[in-house]
């Protein structure tokens, strides 16, 4: 069975970081891009980042530059998503989620059941 | 505000047929494909149109997507209490980011 389980999510200061993962099971983790998508409470979904199948390449969303970085580790078939300088804007449920096809498509057909981040002091 | 633009509600009755727009730009969806996502509150969203209108294995061919220019529409036809959930329309922009729109949430009465 295709899977994917976030973990890592937690009650932050804002200025703190955290790191997110996102372990993958039922697939070759190896040959997709992945993704990471939030929702913040009562709004709708947003893209955040994503990186291609060795993790030479990463892009971001204009609103998390900077401050969070995507990595993979393809020999424990997780993803990762580093939050440095996090802000009350912040705050959302992080999905990860796969491409479609091995090639990039920016098609979601796998996520996972989220976690929750929430920046408050 | 989202780039993609959803109205933010739709309703419609059992077995009716329902639509929802998106309306967009040159540099997304009047460029690059269309997805539509389907999310439960709670749970993890689903892939339910792909490529402007491509039904990915085991979605009811109820549901069917089209584009034409800036525009796109999800269709929901024999609508169903089911189908009561928020619904994202998604572009790739060559601005190198992804988009979602805002979502439509869609009641059954």
């Known amino acids: 069975e295709v899977q994917l389980v976030e973990s890592g999510g937690d009650l932050v200061q804002p200025g703190g970081s955290l790191r997110l993962s996102c372990e993958a099971s039922g697939f070759t983790f190896s040959s997709y891009w992945m993704y990471w998508v939030r929702q913040a409470p009562g709004k709708g979904l947003v893209w955040v980042s994503r990186i291609n199948s060795d993790g030479s390449i990463t892009s971001y969303a204009d609103s998390v530059k900077g401050r969070f970085t995507i990595s993979r580790d393809n020999a424990k078939n997780t993803l990762y998503l580093q939050m440095n300088g996090l802000r009350a804007e912040d705050t959302a449920v992080y999905y990860c989620a796969r491409d479609r096809i091995v090639v990039v498509s920016n098609t979601l057909d796998m996520w996972g059941q989220g976690t929750m981040v929430t920046v408050s002091s | ?109």
């Open chain 2, 1 to 109: 505000q989202s780039v993609l633009t959803q109205p933010p509600s739709a309703s419609g009755t059992p077995g009716q047929r329902v639509t929802i727009s998106c309306s967009g730009s040159s540099s997304n969806i009047g460029s690059n494909t269309v997805n539509w996502y389907q999310h439960l509150p709670g749970t993890a969203p689903k892939l339910l149109i792909y490529s402007n209108n491509q039904r990915p294995s085991g979605v009811p061919d109820r549901f069917s997507g089209s584009k034409s220019g800036t525009s796109a529409s999800l269709a929901i036809s024999g609508l169903q209490s089911e189908d009561e959930a928020d619904y994202y329309c998604a572009a790739w922009d060559d601005s190198l980011n992804a988009l979602f729109g805002g979502g439509t949430k869609l009641t059954v009465l």
